[in-house]
Structure formats: C-alpha cells, structure tokens
C-alpha cells in the first residue's frame, strides 16, 4: 500500500456515478477503469489490480472483498450511508473510506419537509380528488407546522439540513443525538432522547443504519411518547419495525407517517424484496395519513453532481502530491 502519487493510483468504478467524479480524477492524474456489471466473482479476481475502488449501495464490502482488495488505499461510497462496507475490517486493513453525506444532505432536508407539507395539507388527497372532479374543502382542511415541536433523531449532515430548512416555520425544533453532543445553536436545541420523548409531536429519523438502530423504532420507542405523532423516516427502512409502525398507526398513537425508505428495499436500493410482510405494507399503501416515495429524498439532479464532485475532492486532497 505504499503507492501515494495519483500517476500510480489506479481506480475502478463499478457502478454508474456522475461524469464530475472521472472528470475531476483524471484531470488530477488518476487512472480510472469504469467496468459496470461486474459479478462478484469477476470483481474479487480482478480487484488486486486497483488501489482505489469506487462504489454505490449495490455493492455488499465485506472481508471477502476487502482481503482480495490487496493494493487497496480507499473504498469510496457516493451516497452518505457506508452500512453497505466493513469499515472497521477496512481500517484494521489500513484502508481509507470516503462517503459524501454532505452532497445530498439539502435535498434530504427538502424532501423531507416536502413530505411533511403534503401530508399535514392532505395534498396527495386532494390532487387526486380534483382530477375526478370532487371538491371537497372541509374534509381536506390542514394542519400547520407553526406552533408544533419537530424532534430530529441524528443531528449529522441531514438532520442539521432538515432543521435548517423549518426556519421560518415557527415550529420548536429540538434534537437528540447518540453520539454528538455540545450542537445546540439558533436552529435547534439540544435535548435528551427522554425529554424528546416527552416533547416532540413530529419525530424526524436521520441515523445510520447499524445495531444500536435497526429496528429502533419498536413498540418500546412508539410508546415512549407522550403525545400523539408524525413520525418521518429519510434514513435507512430498517431503522424503523414496520409491525410497530403499523401498529401505532392503528392504534392512533401515530398520527401519520412519511417513509421514503422502507425495511423491504433491496440493498441496492433499486427495488423491494418480495419476501415481506404483505399485510403491513398493504396497510402503509392503502392509508390516507402515510405518505411514500421510493428512496428519493437524497435523489436529485443536484445532488448527483454534488456527490460526486465531493467524493473526487476527497480522493485527491487524501492522495494528490502525498
């Protein structure tokens, strides 16, 4: 691993990213080699060829892979969450890994207050009501943001970009954070998970997915609050145990529910596993108060770019005229 210069560095991409990363790398010197649908077989027997490898989500990194890696200096993930990598084994391996939270978390906060817009205004509803000619005001009257106490759980890149985005809402935003602490400013306070419990009527998920936080949110959780709420899930499906949910939107505990993931996705994120609970999903599909979208929050044109672009200034800032 004792290569440091970029005209040494030889990197593969395997999956599809935006031009901006291969354009940045090499016009910084790099050596790039995009070979799409790689198996994992295919990819193993070649891997020691590389000192860097880039990523998405499709890619399962584990000691497998990362034994046969070598020559690796980096693994590079475009997209913010590195559940998908071994990043311990990595790091006992001496191999650096990149990740680029900070290149969708605006269009996380956005979607995320999206989310929340159209179901506190019923907009879903009433769009489709209209299309068939039905006006229906009374029965399609709103809730406001202003007044409400919107708890985030995780103040990293897209709980921060989400609480800045409820400026100018009137709302009281407090957040909890596990692992951060000393955060508080003039967008959110800083607050204990039991004074969240206590406080927050809309409850905002922006965690990584790990085994402190998969299935986090359970019946134990749900009950934990004192008052009725909305729960919003932009991070990882997993974090959230879909029969719990259910069953607090049954039982009104929850009011309503934004989920942009789901614990059925696939691990590239492209599709739903079919062997899930077909009654719990059915229910989250047939309800008025739960909206969905399929994994989009971080999704934008922008953010592509964005992502990119941060990725490949990583690379040559770690590796560039070492």
């Given amino acids: 691993r004792g290569l440091s210069s970029p005209f040494f560095m030889q990197i593969l991409i395997i999956h ?3 031009k901006a990363l291969s354009n940045q790398l090499i016009k ?3 050596k790039l080699d995009t070979i799409l649908d790689l198996s994992r077989e295919e990819l193993i ?4 060829q590389y000192q860097g490898i880039v990523v998405r989500s499709a890619l399962k990194v584990d000691e497998e892979v990362i034994t046969a890696g070598i020559n690796l200096r980096f693994i ?7 559940e998908n990598i071994d990043t311990q084994f990595a790091s006992g391996k001496g191999i650096k890994v990149f990740g680029a939270p900070e290149g969708n978390r605006s269009a996380v906060g956005e979607h995320s207050l999206g989310m929340l817009l159209n179901l506190f205004n019923k907009i879903n509803i009433a769009d489709a009501q209209v299309r068939k000619g039905i006006w229906q005001r009374e029965a399609n009257r709103g809730e406001e943001i202003e007044g409400k106490t919107i708890g ?3 103040y ?10 409820l400026c100018g809402f009137g709302a009281n935003v407090i957040a909890y954070d596990k692992y951060k602490s000393n955060f508080e400013s003039d967008l959110v306070e800083e ?3 039991e004074k ?51 069953k607090g939107l049954q039982s009104k505990k929850i009011s309503g529910a934004c989920l942009d993931v789901l614990e059925y996705e696939g691990m590239s994120f492209e599709d739903i596993e079919k062997q899930y609970d077909s009654s719990d999903f059915m229910f989250l599909s047939q309800s008025k108060n739960v909206i969905l979208s399929p994994h989009i929050a971080g999704w934008t044109h922008q953010s592509n770019e964005k992502m990119a672009k941060i990725l490949a200034t990583k690379i040559i800032s770690n590796y560039h005229n070492n």
């Fill in 156 to 165: 990293g890149n897209m709980g921060a970009a989400f609480a800045k985005r």
């Fill in 152 to 154: 985030i759980i995780g």
């Fill in 16 to 18: 599809k990213v935006h």
């Fill in 191 to 193: 607050v204990s998970l």
């Fill in 28 to 30: 910084s010197g790099f």
């Fill in 76 to 82: 590079a993930r475009l997209g913010a969450g590195l």
């Fill in 45 to 48: 027997k070649i891997l020691p």
């Fill in 196 to 246: 969240l419990f206590e406080s927050a009527d809309i409850v905002s998920l922006h965690v990584p997915l790990q085994k402190d936080t998969f299935y986090m949110v359970n019946d134990e959780f749900i009950n934990s609050f004192k008052k009725t709420i909305v729960i919003i899930n932009t991070a990882r499906g997993a974090v959230v145990n879909t029969s719990s949910l259910v």
